[in-house]
């Protein structure tokens, strides 16, 4: 809730001050995101000075009609705000209408109906083969100089881990999920069973490098039981996400990767790699386990970046 109300500010600007204040004291917001909203907030009592023949007060902003808005939202189109910088702005707005509206007692304006730009869905940031490769099969030699070398089980394990991630394309969690008795070895079942959001099961072809990774660290474990975790944090329970997160992220400031070379690229670039070497579209959704093929659908515009980036390197007209 608010800070309590001492009496309307004399001018929006002076609200956009205190709703800054509580947005940072009280909600404990990030000071880039409070510093974002503050401008965005500026832009917008600056707009409605100009919409409204004067400085708007609080009054005039719980008078504001959604057209007001909408108004708004073309101008900053027309002085070329893109669709993200556009929906950021609404949703300062937002926040700032409503908790002027709490703070003075009164009923919120019905925002509901004012609604953002729709924003592009986000391309998926692939890795190349050969950086792919290096995440995965280099990333047991990541470790901190100032210590002693990793032991030898927790270096295999994130090699296995990370190979099954690009080899298979498989979400974090759902590798991490897997128990010893789903480990795909040399020689046994052609395809690993995976439980996907919403516990919906799917079965994915597994390479031989995959199953010899796995092989290699399980090796390091002899006697292990078939329930128990297939990948151990330090402390013997199931690997933490973030644990693996932070591992990849230590190795790739080591190994020069770009800072996208992160668990779930690894997924991005098995999809992404399986398109251009022209895998039909509708068995790459099966392998990920995506619903909708749609979501599966915005690895063709990563595949067509690919492409036109190599015609630009290589076409002699293009420049």
Same mark, same amino acid.
């Given at each position: 809730? $608010?800070?309590?109300? *001492?009496?309307?500010? &004399? ?16 909600? %404990? ?9 503050? @401008? ?66 009164? &009923?919120?304006? *019905? ?5 953002? $730009?729709?924003? $592009?869905?986000?391309?998926? @940031?692939?890795? #190349? ?11 047991? =030699? ?11 089980? =927790? ?19 759902? !590798? ?25 099961? @799917?079965?994915? $072809? ?5 199953? =010899? ?14 329930? +128990?975790?297939?990948?151990?944090? *330090? ?13 990849? %992220? ?32 509708? +068995? ?6 995506? +619903?909708?093929?749609?979501? #599966? ?20 007209? !293009?420049?």
């Amino acid at each position: 809730m $608010p800070a309590a109300y *001492a009496g309307p500010p &004399e001018t929006g600007e002076a609200a956009r001050h205190r709703f800054l204040d509580w947005l940072a004291r009280e909600r %404990r917001a990030a000071a880039n995101t409070v510093e974002a909203y503050g @401008r965005d907030l500026t832009d917008f009592l600056r707009f409605l000075a100009g919409h409204l023949g004067e400085e708007p007060g609080p009054a005039a902003l719980g008078a504001l009609r959604a057209a007001d808005l909408r108004a708004f939202l073309a101008a900053r189109a027309s002085a070329g705000a893109g669709a993200a910088t556009r929906a950021r702005q609404l949703a300062a707005i937002r926040g700032f209408l409503r908790w002027l509206a709490r703070a003075e007692g009164r &009923e919120p304006l *019905a925002l509901a109906t004012i609604r953002g $730009p729709r924003l $592009p869905p986000a391309v998926p @940031r692939a890795l #190349t083969p050969d950086q792919a490769l290096e995440a995965a099969a280099g990333v047991g =030699q990541a470790h901190d100089p100032a210590r002693a070398e990793r032991p030898a089980e =927790q270096a295999a394990r994130d090699i296995a881990l990370f190979t099954l991630l690009y080899g298979c394309g498989l979400r974090i969690a759902e !590798a991490l999920a897997l128990d010893i008795r789903d480990a795909p070895l040399p020689g046994g079942e052609a395809a690993l069973r995976v439980t996907g959001k919403g516990g919906k099961p @799917r079965l994915v $072809p597994v390479l031989p490098a995959v199953r =010899q990774a796995i092989a290699d660290y399980l090796a390091l474990r002899p006697g292990a039981p078939p329930e +128990a975790p297939l990948f151990l944090g *330090a402390r013997g329970g199931r690997l933490d996400p973030a644990v693996a997160q932070k591992t990849l %992220r230590d190795w790739r400031r080591l190994a020069g990767l770009p800072e996208h070379a992160t668990p779930h690229a690894l997924r991005h670039s098995f999809a992404t790699h399986l398109l251009g070497g022209g895998a039909d579209l509708r +068995a790459i959704q099966e392998l990920l386990g995506h +619903a909708s093929l749609s979501t #599966t659908q915005r690895y063709t515009a990563v595949d067509a970046a690919g492409l036109l980036a190599t015609w630009r390197k290589a076409h002699p007209r !293009a420049d």
